[in-house]
């Protein structure tokens, strides 16, 4: 899947459309949750060299939370980086070029969704049993 194919992916899973908050990049989509406007996903272009890449030229990337515990494997993997220009303890950086399937670049999106989604309290879920 490349940046558009992604892009509809967000919109039609997760009912966001992106954002273009960067007047000098203004490439650069941001989708966020409605509710509380965390960012959960930016797809962007940056020269390959941003990610320690020797090839010249410009790469397509989706920048997505994640949890720490698996950032360190994960960033083992082809195509999965350190985040570009973000917390590299709790984002990565993967590449829209084809060489990370489109079933785990799914998979992280939905992790990235669920760190950045409106955590409920402990005071809020109901007491099943108001006994105890």
Known sequence: MDRKEFTNYITETYGTYADFPFMQYPD??????ANNKK????????????????????????????????VGSLRSETGIFPAYHMNK???????LDGSVDSEK???LIDISFG??????????IPNENPEF
Request: glycine share 4%; aromatic share 10%.
């Open 115 to 124: 760190l950045t989604a409106v955590k409920i309290k402990n005071k809020e």
């Open 89 to 95: 303890t709790n984002w990565i950086s993967v590449a």
């Open 105 to 107: 670049i799914k998979w």
């Open 39 to 70: 960012w959960f996903a930016v797809i962007m272009d940056i020269p390959k060299s941003k990610l320690g890449l020797k090839d010249e030229g410009i790469i397509s990337i989706m920048n997505l939370k994640c949890d720490p515990i698996l």
């Open 28 to 33: 650069f989509a941001v989708f966020r949750h």
